[in-house]
């Protein structure tokens, strides 16, 4: 890989780790954290700042960074065990959508990516997901997320089900608004194979733990499955009006609109993060490969 070096590419390792855990072993690592005592239990989080400790001297004015990434995670911990004491049948505190809108921000606006090399920035998402994972799993003990990466049977029947229904109405609309365009070649299977693998774990996985199950799942208590569906589907549209655009990208957020829809319905089956983040995968895998 170029440009990372044993230390950034240890930070990279040390960052996905605690996604791997509560993806292979949620239940197990959930429960032996909630056994801690309150205090070691909230401060526990700012372990996930030791990435940025040993990726180098990556950026002018690391030792803000180094106190933002040790204390953030932390900070995210707290305010969710208040929500977790203010509403404990889990119909959505402010301090939940407050965490939400931090988090969300800070990737999608790229807040903390200045701290890092263009190419290791993937890292300091990994950090956040890795934030927001344990402030809802361990602090919040919001259930009904889903994230299980042991993927069933039906995780794969309901995620290839909502990419066949989405397909037919995104591709047509895609290349009459201009914003799909065929490809002139086909990939080799290896290239196909390491595009599908990197999207599933890297993009459809963190933004369907996001979007579907912290948002969808806070919202589906409020307002039912149908308005929860729609409502995350539409933030989730206008979450890319940035993305391939200085302006306001209409096409994009209609786009992802549509699709946020189908990742909804893929993951309220059964709750289950893999089920959407096969949708997605499958999506932005095939627009990589054959269309733009």
């Known amino acids: 890989m170029p440009g990372w070096t044993s230390a950034s590419v240890a930070a990279l390792v040390c960052a996905v780790a605690p996604l791997l855990g509560f993806a292979f072993a949620g239940d197990r690592l959930v429960q032996l954290c909630r056994k801690l005592p309150l205090v070691p239990r909230l401060l526990l989080p700012a372990l996930f700042g030791v990435p940025y400790l040993i990726a180098g001297n990556v950026s002018p004015g690391r030792g803000n960074w180094m106190v933002l990434y040790f204390t953030l995670p932390v900070l995210v911990a707290i305010l969710l065990w208040h929500a977790r004491q203010a509403d404990p049948h889990q119909q959505g505190d402010w301090r939940d959508f407050a965490i939400l809108l931090i988090l969300g921000s800070a990737v999608d606006l790229r807040w903390l990516e200045q701290a890092w090399p263009d190419h290791m920035s993937v890292i300091s998402k990994l950090m ?165």
């Open 128 to 292: 956040l997901l890795d934030s927001g994972l344990y402030g809802f799993l361990v602090a919040r003990e919001l259930t009904g997320v889903g994230f299980d990466l042991r993927i069933h049977r039906d995780d794969v029947s309901a995620g290839l089900r909502e990419l066949a229904f989405y397909a037919p109405i995104a591709v047509p609309l895609g290349l009459a608004l201009g914003f799909l365009h065929f490809h002139a070649r086909l990939p080799d299977l290896k290239s196909a194979g390491l595009t599908a693998i990197f999207t599933f774990l890297f993009i459809a996985v963190p933004e369907e733990i996001y979007f579907r199950g912290w948002m969808q799942n806070l919202l589906e208590r409020r307002l039912g499955r149908h308005g929860s569906l729609i409502l995350t589907a539409a933030i989730f549209g206008l979450a890319h009006f940035n993305k391939r655009s200085s302006h306001f990208n209409w096409s994009y957020v209609l786009m992802a609109t549509i699709a946020g829809i189908f990742y909804g319905r893929a993951w309220r089956k059964s709750h289950r993060v893999a089920a959407s983040s096969l949708t997605h995968a499958g999506v932005d895998t095939i627009w990589a490969l054959w269309l733009t």
